[in-house]
């Protein structure tokens, strides 16, 4: 029996692969647990389709991200901390702190887990942080520190 895999099954075959096997093993564990589907030409042409979607999606996202990605290199976001002598700052500034700023100041929503940040800023100064926006695309956010 030929059976479209819904999921990756070891050491048969990884999600969306057409693979031959035993009748009594699409019945009685394939086909039970949604692991697979028949290869009918109806399941076969239901797979293009969801493929072409994922690719339609995949696309779109990308697009967003990497628009998003000229947005954010086209500015910097201002924020104010208390500071000693010196310039050292009395704290430091996280990623969260940057995003809420960064929706303040110029309305845009990223989340601070995407902000790449060795360590937190704790000077003034300018500082350039990265942003991982997609798997491909990754921006330069720069994020001035003045005293409060």
């Given at each position: 029996m030929e059976i479209v895999l819904l999921e990756d099954v070891k050491a048969l075959g990884k999600k969306g692969e057409l693979v031959k096997v035993n009748d009594g093993?699409?019945?009685?564990f394939i086909l039970p647990k949604k692991l697979g589907v028949e290869a009918t030409a109806k399941n076969l042409n239901d797979l293009k389709l969801k493929k072409a979607n994922?690719?339609?999606?995949?696309?779109?996202?990308?697009?967003?991200?990497?628009?998003?990605?000229a947005e954010l290199e086209k500015d910097s976001v201002t924020l104010s901390i208390k500071a000693g002598e010196g310039g050292r700052a009395f704290g430091s500034v996280s990623t969260k702190e940057i995003a809420k700023a960064l929706s303040?100041?110029?309305?845009?929503?990223?989340?601070?887990?995407?902000?790449?940040?060795?360590?937190?800023?704790?000077?003034?100064?300018?500082?350039?942080?990265p942003v991982r926006l997609h798997r491909e695309v990754t921006a330069t956010l720069r994020v001035k520190v003045v005293e409060a």
């Amino acid at each position: 029996m030929e059976i479209v895999l819904l999921e990756d099954v070891k050491a048969l075959g990884k999600k969306g692969e057409l693979v031959k096997v035993n009748d009594g093993y699409a019945r009685n564990f394939i086909l039970p647990k949604k692991l697979g589907v028949e290869a009918t030409a109806k399941n076969l042409n239901d797979l293009k389709l969801k493929k072409a979607n994922e690719a339609k999606v995949a696309a779109e996202q990308l697009a967003e991200a990497r628009a998003l990605a000229a947005e954010l290199e086209k500015d910097s976001v201002t924020l104010s901390i208390k500071a000693g002598e010196g310039g050292r700052a009395f704290g430091s500034v996280s990623t969260k702190e940057i995003a809420k700023a960064l929706s303040d100041q110029r309305k845009l929503e990223v989340d601070k887990k995407k902000m790449v940040l060795a360590e937190p800023i704790k000077s003034l100064g300018t500082f350039e942080v990265p942003v991982r926006l997609h798997r491909e695309v990754t921006a330069t956010l720069r994020v001035k520190v003045v005293e409060a």
